[in-house]
């Protein structure tokens, strides 16, 4: 049987797996968004994860039975698939619940076409028991088919590292699982036939959401720890990134550093491992504990800003700040979940006039999703206070010490600057 797969969500995680399996197999990637259909269409990811000339060399103008990438918003485009993978997104509720719906609708989706014999792979990050317990429900009531009679589903954890150019999703390895021994190995053979770093399948569907869910809960408690330790040395007046690079020449000490933790990932997977885990009857102390500590950075950020300030004898009501970066994490233009915005509102609460610059983020998104008025270019003034949040490299070139006011303080959030540089940093 010819293998042809339907992706569906075409974001961070769905267009570099489409991507690569067009290279080898005939793809269907859809997406409600159809704008973003549009440009894809045109080979342009403003995402930035995948290269226009990449994009040419896999993307067809029709849907046909030949290799490559064909991007839809009509349903119907799918019904010829036999393998089906859903890549949308899980956040959290402004409760720090775990929100299914994305996962829910893009399951009636996949029902609605779903045949006998056809294999569906969930790669959204959730808790172990979530494919088979919340999912596959909704694809039997839509699709009026058995599990593991009619149809098979499998879950294979994306390990995508958005801005990440080195650590590709061909060069991760990859972990597969199914929901029986023969679907699992299947599916282990259709990734493993892509993915160049290999593939370990695990024994089932609970293993691979559970193995998912603790890496990124893991990475949270350890810049929990990193970004307690600076709050610490800061007030014994210690360089935490000098403490860290003497602790980092012991072989087997874990190299983090400390920051803020927004994203799709870090900052939301524990809730997800902490609400299953309080189902059970258990209060996971730990992992809550480390959500707690990088949820307050933002706040702690400003603080400390507004504290050098004072010390400089700024005025602190309708002071100039600059805000460089207001993306989660460092030459990407994703905003979702970035915990720069704890920094903005706080420093609004102090009456601050603050100016946002970020040549990656997409002005629309983040006036949509926060609010904020940004600009891509730099303004040509000086400020009180500017303030390093995310250090793209288009930043690092800048001479910021030049944006200043006389006593302005330039801070260095993430410690991406020379020492003599900033007048402060985590």
Known sequence: MDIKIGIIGLGYVGLPLANLFASKYAVVGFDINKNRIEQLRKNIDNTLEVNKQS?????????????????????????????????????????????????????????????????????STVYPGATEEECVPVLEKISKLKFNID??????????????KEHTVDKILKVTSGSTPEIGRKIDLLYNSVITAGT????????????????????????????????????????TNQVLKAAGTKWNFLPFKPGLVGGHCIGVDPYYLAQKAQEYGYHPEIILAGRRINDSMGRYVSTEIIKLMVQNELKIKDSSILILGVTFKENCPDVRNTKVVD??????????KITICDPLANPIDVKKEYGLEITSKLPNKTYDAVILTVPHKKFLNLKLRALLKEKGILYDVKGALEKETSHGSL
Do not use: W
């Open 200 to 239: 370990h399948l695990a024994p089932s569907i609970k293993v691979a959401e559970a193995a998912k869910v603790i890496e990124n809960s893991q990475r949270d408690i350890n810049i929990a720890f990193v970004n307690e330790l600076s709050k610490i040395f800061n007030l014994m007046n210690i360089d």
């Open 55 to 123: 994009l040419e060399k896999v993307s067809k103008q029709k849907n046909t039975s030949s290799n490559g990438l064909f991007c839809t918003s009509d349903i119907i485009e799918l019904k010829n698939c036999n393998y089906y993978i859903i890549t949308v997104p899980t956040p959290i509720d402004k409760y720090n619940k775990p929100d299914l719906k994305p996962l829910y609708e893009s399951s009636e989706t996949v029902g609605k076409v779903l045949k006998k014999k056809d294999i569906v792979i969930y790669e």
């Open 151 to 164: 149809f098979f589903v499998g879950y294979s954890p994306e390990r995508i590292n958005p801005g990440d």
């Open 343 to 352: 920094i903005i509102e706080n420093l609004n609460s102090y009456g601050t």
